[in-house]
């Protein structure tokens, strides 16, 4: 694969030099990156409206296409713990598992452009199928969302929002080697003809695999399509039509076996304006992902063995009533089903639900600095029944300071798999215990309070916030005998009250002009409020520091600008319980740890329009090796990338 991917990014080269004289007006791409992310950066997801980052009444996170090329980071993964605290990952055979604040992934709502990943089988989204490379910004908001977003957003949302085509012709290219071969290449051609615009970006990835400590990361090879059209018929009508394609092919057993997992997806959008003031969109979108569900042996056919379809339909009307009153409101369609050879029982089986919903949030701002944003949405879910979601936010800004409160009520309702699973768990040719679904489970629910302080003045943007997060009705699984059918069962139940406790802080500063500092710290008490434990896998402390050091040439070389990063994340131990033979509940609590990283990105011209970049890295330069519950732990890797851009 590697081969395909760069004899495509040779090729495009070849393009770009071509083309390169016809390029007028395009941004300065040697430029942009000294620029650091400004208080007046647009953010949509906690309002589904345009607001800067320092007037939204709803604290939000960004990480910038900035932050992401001078961290050298390659997935979305890295982005998150290099810039959030309280982000954990536990990478193992069954997925990317994240977690933030003591939740895991069904809690967490990943969205791209604003339209829901589809969970795989063991209710994570597989991150992988995400690229760095077409990522504008990525916004997070912790806390319940479930007004603008429904079930499943109680512990964050975190929105990654794509690159847009804004020139005549534009085009990127990078390609990357770093250890155990493996190479990563993207390309991305855009272009807008009148009323027509198109972007298409092709990301290739491949590995030999390794084997590190505790972690296993076996070969594989990947490649990701997307395609984008959009056509604006008139002043108040346009209209945008997208797909995804993913493929990942991974090998077991020395080759022998392997696993290829597939998505697509299909999305359209149609935005009318009424006037100025008022518009209507509508939008449908679908993911199917079929991860972990052909597996093969060499030379023999493959079987259909899992699947995962979400489809949505979503009508929302924005209504700027008066410059202080804004409304948007909606109704939205959710479509959901799971296939599975065996996770129903022995027989390949299908399960479905649905959940139409009515939503409604409106901002009002007063004179005196007192903002108020209130907002209600109405669930009726196919299997249990109707659901109200409400949440008010204010927001009180003095000169400097930025003041924020907010009370919301999450709501997430039993997924299939947990209503329906009836699995045999084999080690070789025995079933230690079975998982068992319930159809008697019951919504979770979820009430987040938050408080916050932000204080912004001319290079300096910092902020505390103080949460609660009290979960009710948490679905966990019970371990029980069955007697009956003679076997160990993992019965889903709602067997806990989880009560999620924090401090965030957070500091932005740019000083002595060149040095940029983004620092975080997250302190999270996470409870099952029954038996008085930290949730499984809690960190009570995590911080970030990213240092980045910038310049807008290189001695005597006009046009040759650099930077310097350096980038360092602390875990205190992440906390993990079991229960022994006796029934005892034993602490397999790990170490604490820091892992620390440095990038060298150096930009410059080539040929008019044309120019290019170079970044060297060493990622853990302390070569921690710890082998306890760390994500990406690797040891000490090098890596270097090209890419060019006109």
């Known amino acids: 694969m590697h081969k395909i991917v760069f004899s495509f990014l040779s090729a495009l080269f070849l393009v770009f030099n071509a083309q390169a004289q016809a390029v007028s007006g395009n941004e300065s791409y040697l430029n942009d990156s000294i620029a650091s992310v400004s208080i007046s950066e647009v953010v949509v997801t906690g309002t589904l409206t345009a607001r800067t980052l320092k007037n939204t009444p709803v604290l939000t996170k960004v990480i910038s296409s900035n932050d992401i090329r001078e961290s050298g980071a390659t997935t979305v993964l890295e ?48 991150f992988s199928r995400l690229n760095t490379f077409d990522i504008q910004q990525i916004e997070i908001i912790n806390g319940a969302s479930s007004v603008l977003y429904g079930s499943n957003a109680i512990g964050a949302v975190i929105n990654i929002i794509t690159k847009d085509v804004n020139q005549p012709v534009q085009a990127s290219a990078r390609a990357r080697y770093s250890k155990y071969n493996t190479y990563v290449g993207d390309a991305s051609v855009g272009w807008k003809v009148n009323k027509l615009s198109s972007k298409t970006v092709f990301t290739a990835k491949n590995s030999d695999g390794y084997t590190f400590q ?14 984008v059209f ?19 092919e991974t090998w077991f057993l020395q080759k022998y076996q392997t696993r290829i997992d597939e998505d697509y997806t299909v999305g359209g959008k149609l935005q009318y304006a009424f006037s100025k003031k008022n518009g209507l969109t509508f939008t449908a979108n679908s993911d199917k992902y079929e991860g972990h569900q052909i597996y093969k042996l060499r030379n023999d ?23 202080n009153i804004q409304f948007v409101s909606g109704a939205e369609m959710n479509l959901e089903n799971t296939f599975s050879y065996n996770q129903f029982g022995f027989d390949p089986e299908e399960r479905n639900a649905s959940n139409w919903n009515l939503f409604t949030q409106g901002e009002f701002k007063t004179e005196s600095g007192l903002d108020a944003l209130v907002g209600v949405r109405y669930t009726q879910h196919s299997q249990f029944g109707g659901y109200l979601s409400p949440k008010i936010s204010l927001m009180y800004r003095l000169e400097n300071f930025r003041f924020r409160g907010s009370i919301s009520n999450g709501y997430k309702a039993p997924t299939l798999k947990e209503l329906y699973m009836n699995f045999p768990h084999k080690i070789g040719e025995d079933i230690p215990f079975w998982v068992i679904g319930n159809k008697d489970l019951i919504p979770e629910e979820s009430w987040y309070k938050a408080i916050s302080a932000e204080y912004i003045v001319n290079n300096i943007n910092t902020s505390i916030t103080i949460h609660d997060n009290s979960i009710q009705n948490k679905i966990n699984t019970n371990q029980l005998w069955n007697e009956a059918q003679g076997r160990t069962e993992m019965k889903y139940e709602n067997v806990e009250n989880a009560q999620i406790t924090g401090v965030d802080f957070a500091l932005q500063w740019t000083f002595w002009k060149h040095f940029h500092l983004k620092a975080g710290y997250s302190f999270t ?35 040759t600008p650099y930077s310097l990063s350096l980038m360092g994340r602390a875990m205190s131990p992440r906390l993990f319980y079991s229960t022994s033979a006796s029934g005892e509940i ?49 040891g000490r890797t090098c890596f270097v990338s090209l890419g060019i851009k006109f």
């Open 79 to 126: 982005v998150l713990e290099n810039y959030v605290p309280g982000v954990n990952f536990t990478p193992n055979p069954m997925g990317d598992n994240i977690q933030i604040a003591g939740l895991d992934n069904k809690y967490i709502l990943i969205l791209v452009d604003g339209e829901r990943l589809v969970n795989e089988r063991t209710e994570n989204v597989n």
């Open 214 to 227: 505790s972690h296993t990361m076996d070969p594989y090879s990947d490649y990701t399509l997307s395609q």
């Open 230 to 248: 959009k056509y604006k018929f008139n002043d108040k009508l346009d209209a945008e039509l997208k797909g995804t394609y993913y493929n990942n």
């Open 301 to 323: 056919s493959s079987a259909y063995v899992n699947g995962s379809q979400y489809a949505v339909f979503r009508l929302t009307d924005a209504w700027n009533i008066t410059e």
């Open 525 to 559: 008490d996470a409870k099952d409020k029954d038996s008085g434990l930290q949730l499984s896998g809690n960190s009570k402390h995590t911080g970030t520091l990213n240092l980045v050091y910038k310049q807008r040439h290189l001695p005597f070389l006009p046009e």
């Open 586 to 634: 034993v602490d397999e609590s790990t170490g604490s740890y820091y892992i620390s990283s440095f990038i060298y990105t150096q930009q410059f011209p080539l040929y008019k329009k044309l120019s290019g970049d170079i970044q060297f890295g060493i990622n853990n330069l302390f070569n921690y090796t710890n082998k306890d519950y760390v994500s990406n732990n690797t």
